[in-house]
């Protein structure tokens, strides 16, 4: 397996960038003196469970009875929508704006940071190189610690890139994650020889 290409494609999963502004506006609600330990201690939560997933997919999968190539194929549907959102966002509301309580795994750990997508990858990666687990283990660790240094400075980064900079880097983020969708559900059709 490619640790380059594999850490690249989860880190457009995890999207940073297009979580900035969500972190930013949930954790605006938190005392600034606790914001940085409330940030990082969200992040190590997120690593521990996608830790969780790449080390426990084979076992999930093979309980459930679900092929690879099954796999592959729902993943790639799912990284299509994912990346459509992307690229055309759609206005939600997660929380009430009104509450005041300190987020705690729910809603930044999960799911902004290991959301439907970026589980239905790593389960991929550990049917997929059930032999590789330290090279997937060391792509997933690169794909999250980038995510994790651009959401500790992105009140940095907002500032600079502004609010139409970081929607069009969301944007051509989204337009790479389509193309990667859609080799996924190619190859999970090749690999489960549907139309012979």
Do not use: C
């Not at 992307?86 to 999960?110: N, Q, W």
């Amino acid at each position: 397996m490619n640790i380059a290409s594999t850490a690249l494609t989860l880190f457009l999963v995890l999207d940073p960038f297009g979580n900035m502004v969500t972190f930013h506006t949930q954790l605006s609600r938190v005392p600034e003196a606790r914001r940085t330990r409330v940030l990082v201690r969200e992040l190590l939560i997120a690593f521990v469970i996608l830790m969780f997933f790449l080390f426990a997919g084979s076992s999930i999968l093979s309980t459930l009875g679900i092929r690879p190539s099954t796999l592959s194929i729902s993943g790639g549907i799912l990284l299509f929508l994912i990346a459509l959102g992307m690229v055309f966002p759609a206005k939600s509301i997660l929380h009430d704006p009104g509450s005041t309580e300190e987020p705690f795994i729910v809603p930044l750990a999960v799911p902004m940071m290991v959301g439907p997508s970026a589980i239905a990858l790593l389960l991929l990666l550990a049917t997929k190189y059930p032999h590789s687990m330290l090279q997937s283990a060391l792509a997933v660790s690169a794909a999250w610690a980038a995510s994790a240094v651009i959401l500790l400075v992105s009140p940095w980064l907002l500032k600079r890139l502004g609010g139409k900079g970081t929607q069009a880097m969301e944007r051509l983020m989204g337009l790479l994650l389509i193309l990667i969708a859609v080799q996924m559900f190619l190859d999970g059709v090749s690999a489960g020889n549907y139309f012979h």
